[in-house]
């Protein structure tokens, strides 16, 4: 009887596993803040087997979190909360300083580096299938080093540029 249950729970974790593999979660990091700052950002890397969407993040470092995007517009650049993050099937999806983000609003504490900030990634899958992911995000000045990463100094260094509107 025990062996039958030791099975099954071994089987219940197999297909967990294989039901997450069809999103790859890579480099994840987010940028140290100042002591009195109360928004920081993290960053990914995603990349699914099939079509999806990056809908939600939630982190209890933070009171809310949300997708941001990052665009030059009129030589000035803007950040906007996006509703989604497309992730085409095969192709690393990755979130950076100056492009797409996720936006840690109403920090509990200051982000310092070499902290852990979990993140819950809600993603949802051809046929409204929707997949629950964590990861856990190291507070570093840099980002990992790996494939696709780029910082292009648009003064998220911890302070913001003065051309960048919200």
Not at 21 to 41: E, F, I, K, L, Y
Not at 146 to 165: C, N, S, Y
Request: net charge neutral; charged share 15%; hydrophobic share 45%.
């Amino acid at each position: 009887m025990q062996a039958k249950w030791l099975m099954a729970a071994a089987a219940a974790v197999l297909a967990g596993s294989v039901y997450a593999a069809d999103v790859q979660v890579s480099n994840a990091w987010a940028r140290p803040t100042m002591p009195a700052q109360p928004v920081g950002a993290a960053y990914v890397t995603l990349t699914s087997a099939g079509n999806a969407e990056l809908v939600k993040v939630a982190s209890p470092v933070a009171k809310k979190v949300e997708l941001h995007t990052m665009t030059m517009k009129d030589g000035m650049m803007e950040m906007r909360e996006i509703a989604s993050l497309p992730l085409p099937a095969g192709k690393p999806v990755t979130l950076m300083p100056g492009g797409n983000h996720i936006m840690l609003i109403d920090l509990n504490k200051p982000l310092r580096v070499g902290d852990h900030v979990p993140l819950h990634l809600t993603i949802k899958q051809a046929g409204s299938k929707q997949l629950e992911l964590d990861a856990d995000a190291v507070v570093s000045d840099k980002a990992p080093a790996g494939p696709m990463q780029m910082d292009h100094g648009h003064g998220m260094d911890g302070g913001m540029d003065p051309h960048m509107k919200m």
